[in-house]
C-alpha cells in the first residue's frame, strides 16, 4: 500500500541551515518521480527496499544507479533527476530538502558530487544516528521550528561522520558576512521592489562581485535565492492565513497577480490557489 507524508518547514529565519520540506513515503512496485530539478539540496535515506536513480553528471550525462536499504542519494540544486522504486522490492525512504551558507562545507566534506552522489556508510553506529534523526524530523513535523533545525543538524552531522570522520575548517570570514548581510537586507525588504543592485549597495560591495561569492557560497544566484524566498514566504501566508491569493502575491512583492502566478507556479508546479487546496486536505 502506498503511504506518503510530507511537511513544508514553516519559516526561512536560518541562514547557515535552512529546512525547506520533508516526508517519508513507502512507495508501490515502479512508482517514479521525474524528470525534475530540485532548488535546494534533497537527500533520500532507503530504510527498506531498493529502487534506481537516474541523474545528470557535471557532463551533463546521464548516469544510472542502483541504490537498496540503508544507502542514499543527494539530488544538487538545478540537477535533473528521475527515481524510482523497485517491482519486486519498492523502496521505503524519508527525504529532507534544505540548503544554506555552510551546506556546501558538509557536501564536499562527506564527499558528495553531481559525479558521486551515493551515500553508503562506513560507521553503521553512525549511519543508525543519521536513519533514527531523518525519520524523526519525519514523524515530529508539527515540532518548534528551533525543535526541527535542531535534528536536522544533527541528522547531517550523523551523516558526515558515516562517511568522513572528520570535517575541515574553511570558508572566508568576509564573504560569509556579506552574505549573512545580503540575506539580512533581503529578509527585511522582500515585499518591496527589490533589486539585486540595491542588494549589493546595502552591503557596500560591487554588484558583479555580489553575484559571484554568492552563488559561490548559496549555490544559487542572488535573483533565484530572492525568488525562492519570496515564494516561501507565500506558501506560509497560503498555509496559515486566510488572505486571498492576490493578497498574499503583493504581501510578498508582487503587486500584479498574474506575476505572482506564474513565479509561484515555477517553484512549486501548481498554481498558489492549487497548492493552498492540497495542502489543506493534506492537514486535515
Not at 531498493?50 to 557532463?59: E, V, W
Not at 533527476?81 to 551558507?101: I, M, Q, R, S
Not at 537586507?185 to 559571484?212: C, M, P, V, W
Amino acid at each position: 500500500m502506498h503511504e506518503f507524508h510530507f511537511s513544508i518547514f514553516p519559516n526561512e529565519l536560518f541562514v547557515d541551515l535552512g529546512l525547506y520540506q520533508f516526508g517519508h513515503e513507502v512507495c508501490e512496485p515502479g512508482h517514479s518521480f521525474g524528470p525534475a530539478a530540485r532548488n535546494h539540496y534533497l537527500f533520500h535515506f532507503v530504510f527498506r527496499g531498493c529502487g534506481t536513480m537516474m541523474a545528470d553528471d557535471l557532463r551533463g550525462h546521464t548516469q544510472t544507479y542502483h541504490i537498496r536499504s540503508d544507502q542514499g542519494f543527494m539530488i544538487f540544486p538545478g540537477q535533473i533527476t528521475t527515481y524510482y522504486a523497485d517491482k519486486e522490492h519498492p523502496w521505503e525512504y524519508c527525504w529532507v530538502e534544505f540548503d544554506g551558507l555552510r551546506v556546501r562545507e558538509m557536501i564536499e566534506a562527506a564527499g558528495f558530487s553531481y559525479d558521486k552522489p551515493i551515500y553508503s556508510a562506513w560507521d553503521k553506529g553512525f549511519r543508525d544516528e543519521a536513519k533514527r534523526e531523518i525519520r524523526y524530523m519525519s514523524d515530529h513535523s508539527r515540532e518548534s521550528p528551533f525543535h526541527l533545525i535542531g535534528h536536522l543538524y544533527l541528522f547531517l552531522d550523523y551523516l558526515v561522520k558515516s562517511i568522513a570522520p572528520e570535517i575541515k575548517p574553511g570558508g572566508n570570514k568576509y564573504k560569509d558576512y556579506y552574505i549573512r548581510e545580503a540575506i539580512a537586507y533581503i529578509e527585511n525588504h522582500f515585499q518591496n521592489d527589490l533589486t539585486i543592485e540595491e542588494i549589493a549597495e546595502s552591503i557596500g560591495i560591487d554588484r558583479s562581485y555580489f553575484g559571484k561569492i554568492f552563488k559561490q557560497s548559496m549555490g544559487q544566484t542572488p535573483q533565484h535565492f530572492l525568488l525562492n524566498y519570496r515564494m516561501t514566504k507565500a506558501g506560509e501566508l497560503l498555509r496559515l492565513t486566510d488572505l486571498s491569493v492576490a493578497d498574499v502575491g503583493n504581501a510578498v512583492g508582487y503587486p500584479v497577480y498574474t506575476h505572482f502566478s506564474r513565479a509561484f507556479k515555477n517553484i512549486y508546479g501548481i498554481s498558489p490557489r492549487e497548492w493552498r487546496r492540497k495542502i489543506h486536505r493534506i492537514e486535515r
